[in-house]
């Protein structure tokens, strides 16, 4: 996982036009926030929050997607979301390489979502931004379900069925 991230910000600043369009894009105390949002966004998770924080009470409110990958001039997209997905196809292959009928595989592949997922959750609160009354970060609901499960579950599952399929 990791690596992946490594992999997408690699990528992300080495196709930036200018260090200023970083600055532009968010103030220079999110950098880090910004970096993770990216690896949220290489796996086509766009489902960002805005928590507005009254007096006695807190309200969500849902912002509109955005996605630096695609929002940016940065190239193609389908680069960004081909490195997660290569990562955790690759550890599917690796759980799944004695498994010898393609469920059997499967299942083993889809096990990278064991790892995967609590990662990503706790990130979804890690990596949000608070600021004067108001909070920006990863959704939820949504984390867990297309950064959590479907993307490693799929990915990796697809892998443990051809590697239990050879």
Known sequence: MIAGWIGVVALFISRLPSRTDLQNVIGEEYVVELFAWLFYNAHGYKDFTVDIVYKSSAQSVPTQPFNYITQLPVGNALHFHLIPAALLFFCGLLLARKR????????????????????????SFFFTVSDAGLSLGPELQSTVLIAGLIYPVGVGGLAGILSGSL
């Open 100 to 123: 010898s009928n393609p469920v059997s595989g499967f299942v083993a592949g889809a096990s990278v979502a064991i790892g995967y997922a609590p990662i990503l959750i706790g990130g």
